[in-house]
């Protein structure tokens, strides 16, 4: 069985997934830190804490629909190694005008005129940051590790992603906003660190002009993207199961304040379950398919996982009827007969989904032609951007029905099914590649 954790002993992928982890840590250290003192600490009514939160989701999504397309074609276009250091060295300085906004909040002084702008600011950048990054962080792989080990290194990713996510995430909640604001200035100047041992990456295809209208080198992208069966039903899928995860994510604070009656510290070791799965799930796949992208156990993967959310549905509307009306911390709610079957069905839920999503992701940079990879994944973020706005304005609009939140969490068990087509569409196209003669 290939194993992958002797990558991380490897200069031609360590300071790439170090730069990764600390890109996804200061992410989430960020955005959290700035939205749990705005919320709990500026504003006093929901409608201005549920339009704040909507602001600061717009501005970071923004640019991916916008500079996605221009992002692909520099990551293909120029040595990816380099942009990632440019990108790396311009987060101190959009760090720094957080750090500055989180500090004037925290002071009191000129809050809403000049320290909450500041600090949309800043996030805004880290979107056009993340936009950047992103493609090259998957297309890269390729260039530095060989065709058998672009899977471990793709599930390593993405499962430190997600521990690095859930450390930021757990941190921004128990550190003073003080603090996170000198901690995001020195995980940046981590990162760039890092970034300075990333080997070159040159690009495969060079001197080829770059289209800076970005509207028509969006659907320019996309359209030549989409032609190849394996990369279509890929991007489908993916982008449909980021649908069913806006959802979910938009549901899930909610109910767990308002359906199993958690306190906030309760809703932290949610959290802490939930991404340990999806890491499990990430590893677990290339054990699995030992090495070989493949869409195999895609759609099993996410028929589990929609009978997992289907599980948590039914122990919602349980709990729900046996519910003391009474919120509870974290002893107290793993004192309760059903507390186990919450954070199993949570965990199952996330490494049902982390072996799905995985794969999908290798394709992206395996099935098409190495000086198209960033190309591609840039399309993809295209898309996912598109459809996670769907699955938000989706959830919203259930809730503006009066469609309870255990429902909800039903429906997105219903959603899996459509993901498990795609993941079965996928992986027929990828056996009629696999059978078509060589050219």
Known sequence: MLT??????????????????????????YKNAMVLFVVYEVYRSEQEEAQFSAIASGLFILPFFVLSALAGQLADMRDKARIIRIIKAAEIGIMAVGAVGLLLAWSGHLTTAVAIPLM????????????????????ILPQHLQKDEVLSGTGLVEAGTYIAILAGTILAGWIPVQWAAAGIIVTAVLGYLTSRSVPPAPPIVPNEPIDLHLIRSSITLVRNTMHQAEVYYAILAISFFWTIGAVLFIQFPPLAKNVLLAEKEVASLFLVVFSIGVAIGSVAVNALLKGKVSARYAPVSVLAMGA????FYLVCRVWAATASGEMMDVPTFLSHPMAFVVLFSLLMIAVSGGMFVVPLYAFLTTKVDPGQAARTVAANNIVNSGAMVIGSLFAGGLSMAGVPLTEQVLLSAGMCLISAWLGWMLYKAEQAAESAPAE
Do not use: E
């Open 308 to 311: 997992f959310v289907g599980m």
């Open 120 to 139: 949309l600011a800043a996030l805004f950048a880290m979107g056009i940051h993340s936009t950047f990054f992103g493609p090259i962080k998957y297309a």
């Open 4 to 29: 992958s954790t002797y990558l991380l002993r490897q200069r031609r992928f360590l300071p790439l997934f170090a730069t990764q982890l600390f890109n996804a840590f200061n992410d989430n250290l």
